[in-house]
Nanobody, 120 residues
């Protein structure tokens, strides 16, 4: 069973940085895609970016240049480095995993989320 636990959220001022972590267990990176999502207050969930089974990393346009995704396979941990944070980045941040058997088309496994609050 895939298990994901996010950490690293908190409150920062505009322009600040945070690094989120997603500790994963119960799967091998070659069999699952893993990605970051967020849900701003009162809005729909949106994708940030993720890592494919081949290690390739993709980002949603609105975070390019500010957010960096990385993965430590030895620790089975996914990271989201966020810089130049803006108040509109305030959200609950989640990591999620999708099986390659499903073509990574369905993010079935989710962590509990970690809250990021950016003040102006």
């Amino acid at each position: 069973q895939v298990h994901l636990v996010e950490s690293g959220g908190g409150s920062v001022q505009s322009g600040g940085s945070l690094r989120l972590s997603c500790a994963a267990s119960g799967y091998h990176t070659s069999n699952y895609c893993i990605a970051w999502f967020r849900r701003p207050p009162g809005k729909e969930r949106e994708g940030i970016g993720g890592v494919g089974t081949d290690g390739s990393i993709r980002y949603t346009d609105f975070v390019k240049g500010r957010f960096t995704i990385s993965q430590d396979n030895a620790k089975n941990t996914l990271y989201l480095q966020m810089t130049s944070l803006k108040p509109e980045d305030t959200a609950m941040y989640y990591c999620a995993a999708a099986s390659a058997l499903d073509g990574c088309g369905l993010y079935k496994y989710w962590g509990q989320g970690t809250q990021v609050t950016v003040s102006s």
